[in-house]
C-alpha cells in the first residue's frame, strides 16, 4: 500500500522492519487493525502467567528512550565536501563530519551488513567528559542549528558526577549507538570498544545485550604506560580494557603473527621429517571418573609396556589415539622410556599464526606517551589531549583482517577522534599490500578557546581529524619521491585519502512534513500529497545538482564511494551513469525530461534509471512504470 513515506528521503526505519517481521512470522499477534496485540506477545512467552514480569535484565533511566531513539529513522544526509577531500578520485575511504547517532542511521541504507571490523573509543565518563545530548534529530531542536552552519561546530554536554542520571546519561549516548552500529556489522565481523575502569562494568552489560553474552571474545588488557604515575593518590593506573565481541557466531579466524620468541620453542630431537615441532602433555586434567570414555591402555612401542593413567584420563578418544600411533605422533623422550608420552605438534601446522591473549604489552600496541609523540610529528604539539597510538589499533585490524580475502574490507570508527583508526588502516594496508577502506565519523565538537588546538587554527575536533590523515597521506607520499616503486607500491599510494561528507539537512524540504499520529496511512497519504501541492505552489526550490545526486543515491543503498560518469549520449537532459562496485543505476535530476530521454529508457529497460517525479507528465511516468517496473524509481522533491 502506499503511503507518505515512499516519496521523502529517510534512513530505513528499522522499527518498521522488525514489526514487519514479527507480523510476517506470527500474523496472529496482530489485530485486525495491523497494530501489535502485547497481550498475545505474553502469552506466547509465558502461558501461564501474563502477569509475570520479573526477569534478569540491566535497566536504567532512560534505557527505553535511547532505544527508540535508536531505530527511529533520520531524515538527515551526507553532502560531499570536495575541497577538504585529499586523492578522491582514486580513494574508497570516508571521513564523515557529523553526529555519530545521524551519521550511523543513514549509513545503514548502504553499509548494512558491510562492515568487518569497528574500533570505538569513546568518551570514558570520569565527570569531565563531553557527552552526546542526542537532540540532533529534525523532530527536537535541529542539529543544524546547533552547528551554526558548519563554521563554529557544536558545544556539547558534560556528564557532572554530581548529575543524579550520571551513568544514565553514559549508558543512554552508548545503548543507542551500539544498537545502530550492530547491524552495520557483517555476520563474521567484531567490534573493539576502549575502557577505563569507570564504566567497563556497565559497558559489558551493554555490549552482552546488543550483541549477545555468548559472543563475548575477550577483555584485552592493554598496558597503556610503564611508568608510574605520581599524580594518583592511592593506585596508579598503567593499563585500560579493550572489548571484543563478535556479532554472530558465524566462525571467524582470529591469529596474531607468529614471533621469533614463540618459534623458538620449537625443535626437532629425533629428525623427524616433517620439521620442527613442539610437545604437548597427552593426559587429561579431568580425572578417570569424570571421563571413563577416556580411560583405556596404551602401549610404549619402545619397552612394550601397557600403560594406564592411575588418576586422570587421557586427552583424546581410543580412535585418535591409534591415529596418532600411526602417524608417529606420540614422543616417548630422547631414550623412549618417559613415564607418559606427548603429543607432538609441528611448526608448519602453525602457518596460520598464534591465538593471541588477553594481555597487550606495550612494546607491542604502543603507549599513550607514543601516540602523542606520534601524533606531534603529524599535526603539531598539544593539538588532541590523550591519542590513542596507531600501533594499538594497527595491532587489533591485523588479528581479525589476516586473511587475504578480508583484506579488502571496511573498518569503522564512530568515535574518530583524532583519527587513530584511519592512520592504523593506511599503516597497515603499506605493511601487508592490504586494500582495507576506513570509514571514521567525528562530530564537530567546539575546541577551547584557549587550547593549542584553537590556536593551531583547529576549531573543531572533526577537523583534527582530517588533518591528521591528510599528514599520513602527505608522509607516505613524500617518502616515496624519488624512489624506485613497483606497480603493486604505486597503488598502495594511490588508495592513500578519503572523501569528506557532512551531514547536512535534507535538500527536499517536503521531508519536513509530519504525519497526523491520530490519522491513518490513506488519510496521512492525502495529508502529504496536499502538502506537496502548497510547496509546488509556494515556489520553485534552486537546488545543488549533486548535493541532491548523493542523497538519493544514498537512500537508494549506495556506498559513498560511488563514482559517477557523465553520459554523452544524452544530448537534452544531464544523465550521469552511477555505480559503486555493487549497485548501478542512471540518474538524473534535471527539472524536464525530454522525449528522447523517455524513449531512450523505453526501449533500454535492463538497467535502473531514477529522476524528479515532477520532471515527467502523467503520461510519461506511467508509460516509464509499466516498461521498466521496478527498474523505475521517481523521488519527490
Given at each position: 500500500m502506499e503511503t507518505y513515506k515512499d516519496h521523502i528521503t529517510l534512513s530505513p526505519d528499522m522499527n518498521e522492519e522488525r514489526l514487519n517481521k514479527l507480523r510476517e512470522l506470527f500474523p496472529d499477534w496482530f489485530t485486525q487493525e495491523g497494530y501489535l496485540d502485547i497481550n498475545e506477545v505474553k502469552k506466547a512467552v509465558n502461558p501461564n502467567s501474563v502477569e509475570e514480569t520479573e526477569r534478569y535484565e540491566f535497566r536504567w533511566f532512560g534505557k527505553s528512550a535511547a532505544k527508540r531513539n535508536a531505530f527511529t529513522p533520520t531524515r538527515a544526509t551526507l553532502h560531499y565536501d570536495e575541497k577538504r577531500s585529499v586523492n578522491a578520485e582514486t580513494t574508497e575511504n570516508i571521513i564523515i563530519e557529523g553526529e555519530n547517532l545521524e551519521v550511523l542511521k543513514v549509513l545503514t541504507s548502504s553499509y548494512r551488513n558491510k562492515v568487518k571490523c569497528i574500533y570505538i573509543d569513546p568518551p570514558y565518563n570520569t565527570g569531565e567528559d563531553f557527552l552526546y545530548n542526542d537532540d540532533f534529530s529534525e523532530s527536537k531542536k535541529s542539529y543544524w542549528e546547533h552547528t551554526e552552519v558548519k563554521e563554529e561546530g557544536i558545544t556539547l554536554d558534560t556528564n557532572s558526577d554530581s548529575d543524579g542520571r550520571f551513568h544514565s546519561n553514559w549508558l543512554d549516548d552508548m545503548y543507542s549507538r551500539l544498537l545502530v552500529a550492530r547491524t552495520l556489522l557483517r555476520p563474521d565481523g567484531v567490534i573493539f570498544i576502549s575502557m577505563d575502569d569507570h564504566e567497563i562494568h556497565h559497558l559489558r552489560k551493554v555490549c552482552d545485550e546488543v550483541f549477545g553474552e555468548e559472543n563475548f571474545l575477550v577483555n584485552i588488557i592493554w598496558e597503556k604506560r610503564q611508568t608510574r604515575s605520581n599524580n594518583s593518590k592511592l593506585f596508579g593506573t598503567n593499563t585500560e580494557h579493550i572489548v571484543c565481541y563478535r556479532r554472530s557466531q558465524e566462525i571467524i579466524d582470529i591469529k596474531e603473527p607468529r614471533t621469533d620468541s614463540a618459534n623458538a620453542l620449537y625443535s626437532n630431537p629425533d629428525n623427524?621429517?616433517?620439521?620442527?615441532?613442539?610437545?604437548?602433555?597427552?593426559?587429561?586434567?579431568?580425572?578417570?571418573?569424570?571421563?571413563?570414555?577416556?580411560?583405556?591402555?596404551?602401549?610404549?612401542?619402545?619397552?612394550?609396556?601397557?600403560?594406564?593413567?592411575?588418576?586422570?584420563?587421557?586427552?583424546?578418544?581410543?580412535?585418535?589415539?591409534?591415529?596418532?600411533?600411526?602417524?608417529?605422533?606420540?614422543?616417548?623422550?630422547?631414550?623412549?622410556?618417559?613415564?607418559?608420552?606427548?603429543l607432538k605438534k609441528f611448526l608448519s601446522d602453525m602457518e596460520g599464526g598464534m591465538v593471541p591473549t588477553n594481555i597487550w604489552k606495550s612494546e607491542d600496541a604502543g603507549t599513550t606517551d607514543k601516540a602523542t609523540t606520534e601524533l606531534e610529528s603529524l599535526i603539531g604539539r598539544g593539538i588532541f589531549p590523550f591519542p590513542k597510538p596507531a600501533q594499538l589499533v594497527q595491532k587489533a585490524i591485523s588479528y581479525i583482517i589476516n586473511k587475504e580475502e578480508d583484506k579488502d574490507c571496511i573498518v569503522l570508527d564512530f568515535f574518530a577522534g583524532s583519527g587513530t583508526t584511519g592512520h592504523a588502516v593506511m599503516n597497515q594496508n603499506m605493511k601487508d599490500g592490504g586494500h582495507r577502506k576506513f570509514i571514521l565519523v567525528q562530530i564537530p565538537q567546539l575546541t577551547d578557546e584557549n587550547s593549542n588546538a584553537r590556536r593551531a587554527g583547529f576549531k573543531t575536533i572533526s577537523e583534527i581529524t582530517i588533518a591528521r590523515n591528510k599528514a599520513v597521506v602527505e608522509k607516505y607520499q613524500k617518502e616515496s619521491e624519488g624512489k624506485i616503486i613497483d606497480e603493486n607500491y604505486k597503488q598502495q599510494l594511490d588508495q592513500l585519502g578519503f572523501k569528506v561528507f557532512t551531514l547536512s539537512k535534507s535538500s527536499f524540504p517536503r521531508t519536513d512534513f509530519t504525519p497526523d499520529p491520530t490519522k491513518n496511512e490513506e488519510e496521512n497519504l492525502a495529508l502529504f500529497q496536499e502538502y506537496i501541492k502548497e510547496k509546488e505552489r509556494q515556489l520553485i526550490i534552486a537546488f545543488n545538482e549533486e548535493e541532491v545526486v548523493t542523497e538519493i543515491l544514498i537512500k537508494q543503498g549506495f556506498m559513498l564511494t560511488y563514482k559517477l560518469e557523465k553520459q554523452p549520449r544524452f544530448t537534452q537532459n544531464t544523465v550521469y551513469w552511477a555505480t559503486d562496485g555493487e549497485k548501478e543505476a542512471y540518474i538524473t535530476v534535471d527539472a524536464n525530461l525530454n522525449d528522447e530521454t523517455v524513449e531512450y529508457f523505453m526501449q533500454h529497460t535492463d538497467k535502473k534509471f531514477i529522476c524528479i517525479e515532477r520532471a515527467l507528465d502523467t503520461t510519461k511516468k506511467f508509460n516509464l512504470k509499466e516498461k521498466m517496473q521496478e527498474k523505475f524509481y521517481a523521488f519527490y522533491r
Amino acid at each position: 500500500m502506499e503511503t507518505y513515506k515512499d516519496h521523502i528521503t529517510l534512513s530505513p526505519d528499522m522499527n518498521e522492519e522488525r514489526l514487519n517481521k514479527l507480523r510476517e512470522l506470527f500474523p496472529d499477534w496482530f489485530t485486525q487493525e495491523g497494530y501489535l496485540d502485547i497481550n498475545e506477545v505474553k502469552k506466547a512467552v509465558n502461558p501461564n502467567s501474563v502477569e509475570e514480569t520479573e526477569r534478569y535484565e540491566f535497566r536504567w533511566f532512560g534505557k527505553s528512550a535511547a532505544k527508540r531513539n535508536a531505530f527511529t529513522p533520520t531524515r538527515a544526509t551526507l553532502h560531499y565536501d570536495e575541497k577538504r577531500s585529499v586523492n578522491a578520485e582514486t580513494t574508497e575511504n570516508i571521513i564523515i563530519e557529523g553526529e555519530n547517532l545521524e551519521v550511523l542511521k543513514v549509513l545503514t541504507s548502504s553499509y548494512r551488513n558491510k562492515v568487518k571490523c569497528i574500533y570505538i573509543d569513546p568518551p570514558y565518563n570520569t565527570g569531565e567528559d563531553f557527552l552526546y545530548n542526542d537532540d540532533f534529530s529534525e523532530s527536537k531542536k535541529s542539529y543544524w542549528e546547533h552547528t551554526e552552519v558548519k563554521e563554529e561546530g557544536i558545544t556539547l554536554d558534560t556528564n557532572s558526577d554530581s548529575d543524579g542520571r550520571f551513568h544514565s546519561n553514559w549508558l543512554d549516548d552508548m545503548y543507542s549507538r551500539l544498537l545502530v552500529a550492530r547491524t552495520l556489522l557483517r555476520p563474521d565481523g567484531v567490534i573493539f570498544i576502549s575502557m577505563d575502569d569507570h564504566e567497563i562494568h556497565h559497558l559489558r552489560k551493554v555490549c552482552d545485550e546488543v550483541f549477545g553474552e555468548e559472543n563475548f571474545l575477550v577483555n584485552i588488557i592493554w598496558e597503556k604506560r610503564q611508568t608510574r604515575s605520581n599524580n594518583s593518590k592511592l593506585f596508579g593506573t598503567n593499563t585500560e580494557h579493550i572489548v571484543c565481541y563478535r556479532r554472530s557466531q558465524e566462525i571467524i579466524d582470529i591469529k596474531e603473527p607468529r614471533t621469533d620468541s614463540a618459534n623458538a620453542l620449537y625443535s626437532n630431537p629425533d629428525n623427524d621429517p616433517r620439521g620442527l615441532w613442539t610437545s604437548i602433555l597427552y593426559t587429561n586434567p579431568a580425572l578417570r571418573e569424570e571421563r571413563p570414555n577416556l580411560c583405556y591402555t596404551i602401549t610404549n612401542p619402545f619397552t612394550g609396556e601397557e600403560i594406564e593413567h592411575p588418576t586422570n584420563a587421557w586427552k583424546y578418544e581410543y580412535n585418535t589415539y591409534l591415529q596418532h600411533v600411526s602417524e608417529n605422533r606420540l614422543w616417548w623422550g630422547q631414550d623412549g622410556r618417559n613415564k607418559y608420552p606427548r603429543l607432538k605438534k609441528f611448526l608448519s601446522d602453525m602457518e596460520g599464526g598464534m591465538v593471541p591473549t588477553n594481555i597487550w604489552k606495550s612494546e607491542d600496541a604502543g603507549t599513550t606517551d607514543k601516540a602523542t609523540t606520534e601524533l606531534e610529528s603529524l599535526i603539531g604539539r598539544g593539538i588532541f589531549p590523550f591519542p590513542k597510538p596507531a600501533q594499538l589499533v594497527q595491532k587489533a585490524i591485523s588479528y581479525i583482517i589476516n586473511k587475504e580475502e578480508d583484506k579488502d574490507c571496511i573498518v569503522l570508527d564512530f568515535f574518530a577522534g583524532s583519527g587513530t583508526t584511519g592512520h592504523a588502516v593506511m599503516n597497515q594496508n603499506m605493511k601487508d599490500g592490504g586494500h582495507r577502506k576506513f570509514i571514521l565519523v567525528q562530530i564537530p565538537q567546539l575546541t577551547d578557546e584557549n587550547s593549542n588546538a584553537r590556536r593551531a587554527g583547529f576549531k573543531t575536533i572533526s577537523e583534527i581529524t582530517i588533518a591528521r590523515n591528510k599528514a599520513v597521506v602527505e608522509k607516505y607520499q613524500k617518502e616515496s619521491e624519488g624512489k624506485i616503486i613497483d606497480e603493486n607500491y604505486k597503488q598502495q599510494l594511490d588508495q592513500l585519502g578519503f572523501k569528506v561528507f557532512t551531514l547536512s539537512k535534507s535538500s527536499f524540504p517536503r521531508t519536513d512534513f509530519t504525519p497526523d499520529p491520530t490519522k491513518n496511512e490513506e488519510e496521512n497519504l492525502a495529508l502529504f500529497q496536499e502538502y506537496i501541492k502548497e510547496k509546488e505552489r509556494q515556489l520553485i526550490i534552486a537546488f545543488n545538482e549533486e548535493e541532491v545526486v548523493t542523497e538519493i543515491l544514498i537512500k537508494q543503498g549506495f556506498m559513498l564511494t560511488y563514482k559517477l560518469e557523465k553520459q554523452p549520449r544524452f544530448t537534452q537532459n544531464t544523465v550521469y551513469w552511477a555505480t559503486d562496485g555493487e549497485k548501478e543505476a542512471y540518474i538524473t535530476v534535471d527539472a524536464n525530461l525530454n522525449d528522447e530521454t523517455v524513449e531512450y529508457f523505453m526501449q533500454h529497460t535492463d538497467k535502473k534509471f531514477i529522476c524528479i517525479e515532477r520532471a515527467l507528465d502523467t503520461t510519461k511516468k506511467f508509460n516509464l512504470k509499466e516498461k521498466m517496473q521496478e527498474k523505475f524509481y521517481a523521488f519527490y522533491r
